[in-house]
């Protein structure tokens, strides 16, 4: 464009100067020369108007590519638009989705402590000695007569050692008129006697031992066993 213009100042310079020269020559010209003269004046002028139509159709062409760039600017930003408001959506549910993971983490580990405190709870009780003997073979225990037959203790040690169990003392009762076999036990040895119940069938007695022991059970056989 910058060419053109100055292409279009030279030529109106040249008209400037060659009309002041072309007056001086035309006062001694022929008609010949004078005509000659205005053919070059019209074909300068039709170089002009070329020039000022291709002029007019480089700031067509300029205007259409400018039209299109800023269509093109106006796209690409809706674009980028939509792509922050999807970005954005994703961040929020990718947010939602790791508070929901945390959620379901914590409430599967109370879930886990909850069904450990269940599971302890529906467990029987078991003495810390009970633990530590690992079997009934360590308990300490003692079988008295007590309906004044003294086989009768001696046939209940027999019948516990079958069972695995450990008979310190075979002795006689102070009393000898026990109704049926009862089993006292030392604090915190009540699993082991009702377990020892279990064994030997009949219901026997259960008591606690109101003195202190040696013995973990003391079982005394009565008139029925």
């Known amino acids: ?48 108007n070329k020039l000022k139509n291709e002029n007019e159709e480089l700031q067509r062409q300029i205007d259409i590519t400018n039209e299109q760039n800023q269509r093109f600017r106006v796209e690409s930003e809706k674009k980028y638009a939509q792509v922050r408001e999807q970005n954005s959506t994703l961040s929020q549910e990718n947010t939602k989705l790791n508070e929901d993971n945390q959620r379901i983490i914590e409430e599967n580990e109370n879930f886990k402590k909850k069904l450990a405190d269940t599971q302890a709870k529906a467990k029987p009780s078991v003495p810390s000695f009970h633990k530590a003997a690992k079997g ?40 000898s008129d026990f109704k049926k076999t009862t089993i006292y036990f030392a604090p915190k040895f009540k699993y082991e006697a009702k377990r020892l119940a279990s064994k030997l069938g009949g219901n026997p007695a259960l008591k606690s031992l109101n003195s202190t022991s040696m013995f973990n059970l003391i079982i005394v056989t009565g008139a029925t066993k």
């Open 1 to 48: 464009m910058f060419r053109t213009y100055a292409l279009i100042l030279i030529l109106s310079m040249g008209f400037v100067f060659n009309g002041c020269a072309a007056f001086k020559y035309l006062n001694g010209s022929s008609q010949e020369e004078i005509e000659a003269f205005k053919m070059s004046k019209s074909e300068m002028y039709a170089e002009l």
């Open 136 to 175: 009934i073979g360590r308990l300490k225990i003692k079988v008295l007569s007590g309906d004044g037959n003294f086989n009768s203790a001696k046939k209940m040690a027999k019948k516990l050692r079958k069972s695995g169990y450990t008979i310190q003392i075979v002795d006689q009762s102070d009393r």
